[in-house]
């Protein structure tokens, strides 16, 4: 898939929290956070690009990038195990497995907090209006990329997605590979993120039913992508579940 070739760089495979001390004495905590684009910013050429230039542009070092194609399984009883039994638990699930996805493992000092402040709040209208999420996120969970949340959970994630579904190779230029997929996307058409929150509202409101939404949802998405319809169908009914579930939600407030 990658046609960049294989280049000897001085990266290290992803090893733990080094420490560094300032000139002004101060302990600086290097260390690794484990982050992956999810299928809505995979589809989205354009979002995912943006949002890797961000984190690069933000002064990360990049220590893995790749695509990866993790089970059903293992997102259930692994990566998301904690939330089971949340209302959005099912839903969750099938949003993340919906496509492949786009996996960093990001380092620097407080890369964790960092990382998740250029985020921001779990839930899009929740963000700030400049955070990636804030500006990307489609609707209520749909909120482009995933960041460990705290040390033990970063260690715990690098742990489990290294053991199941990554391959890390030493002395390969991951910087490299991230801004090849940059420079390919960054220039791909968009589209505006409010075109797909009017339609997650018309629907919730009872404005267009699933059938007039799906086929929205699929048009603004095929020009946003150069994935497959099979896949694009598949994400576009997961936007509908959402805005659903969303309004149902409210009706029981
Ligand atoms: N999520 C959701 N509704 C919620 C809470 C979470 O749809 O009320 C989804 C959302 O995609 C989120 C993921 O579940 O990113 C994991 O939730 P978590 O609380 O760990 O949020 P995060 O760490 O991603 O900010
Ligand atoms: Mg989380």
């Not at 905590?29 to 589809?43: G, N």
């Not at 921001?120 to 969970?141: H, M, V």
Request: net charge neutral; proline share 1%.
């Amino acid at each position: 898939m990658w046609d960049i070739d294989k280049k000897l760089s001085n990266h290290i495979d992803s090893s733990y929290s080094g420490q560094d001390r300032d000139k002004r004495g101060t302990i600086n905590m290097t260390e690794d956070v484990l982050v992956f684009l999810k299928p809505d910013a995979v589809i989205r050429r354009y979002i995912g690009a943006r949002t890797i230039k961000e984190f690069l542009d933000a002064g990360f070092k990049i220590g893995y990038f790749g695509e990866a194609y993790p089970s059903k399984e293992f997102i259930e009883t692994k990566h998301y195990a904690q939330h089971k039994g949340e209302f959005f638990y099912d839903w969750l699930v099938d949003y993340v497995t919906s496509s492949h996805l786009l996996v960093f493992i990001l380092t620097g000092d407080d890369v964790i907090c960092e990382v998740r402040k250029l985020l921001d709040a779990t839930i899009t209208e929740n963000a700030d209006c400049n955070s990636i999420r804030g500006r990307y996120g489609i609707f209520g969970g749909i909120n482009v990329a995933h960041a460990s949340d705290s040390a033990e959970n970063g260690k715990r994630e690098l742990n489990i997605w290294k053991k199941d579904v990554i391959k890390i190779e030493r002395n390969y230029d991951y910087t490299e590979r991230a801004d090849a997929y940059i420079n390919k996307y960054i220039n791909f058409s968009m589209v505006d993120t409010i075109r797909y929150r009017e339609i997650s509202k018309q629907l919730m409101n009872e404005k267009i039913n699933e059938k007039e939404a799906k086929y929205l949802f699929v048009n603004l998405l095929s020009k946003e992508s150069d994935l497959n319809r099979e896949i694009i169908s598949r994400f576009a009914e997961i936007m509908i579940r959402n805005a659903l579930s969303r309004k149902e939600k409210v009706v029981e407030q």
